[in-house]
């Protein structure tokens, strides 16, 4: 799919997130996407917990910096997806 700098960070330090990748936008800068990755039956607004557990993580992610692996240059990230293999 083109995406650049695909990583599974350290657990210890994962911040709510499952993976990390980049991409290249058309206007020459690099966008970076952080994934939350749940296996749940269902994710539903009446899950109370579970989304506020996820809502933890997200906004986790955003409060931290990371290293790219080839670069060792520290990133914010752009943009973050929460993907769960239930419905």
Same mark, same amino acid.
């Given at each position: 799919? +083109? *995406? ?6 350290? =657990?210890?330090? !994962? ?8 991409? &290249?936008?058309?206007? +020459? *800068? ?6 939350? =990755?749940?296996? !749940? ?8 917990? &579970? ?37």
């Amino acid at each position: 799919m +083109g *995406f650049l700098a695909i990583a599974e960070p350290d =657990v210890s330090l !994962e911040f709510g997130k499952d993976f990390v990748f980049s991409e &290249l936008t058309a206007f +020459g *800068f690099f966008r970076h996407y952080r994934v939350v =990755v749940k296996y !749940e039956k269902a994710i539903r607004q009446t899950s109370g917990k &579970l989304c506020q557990t996820i809502l933890s993580q997200v906004r986790q992610t955003f409060s931290v910096t990371f290293r790219l692996s080839d670069s060792g240059h520290e990133s914010h990230v752009s943009s973050v997806l929460v993907l769960n293999s239930g419905t």
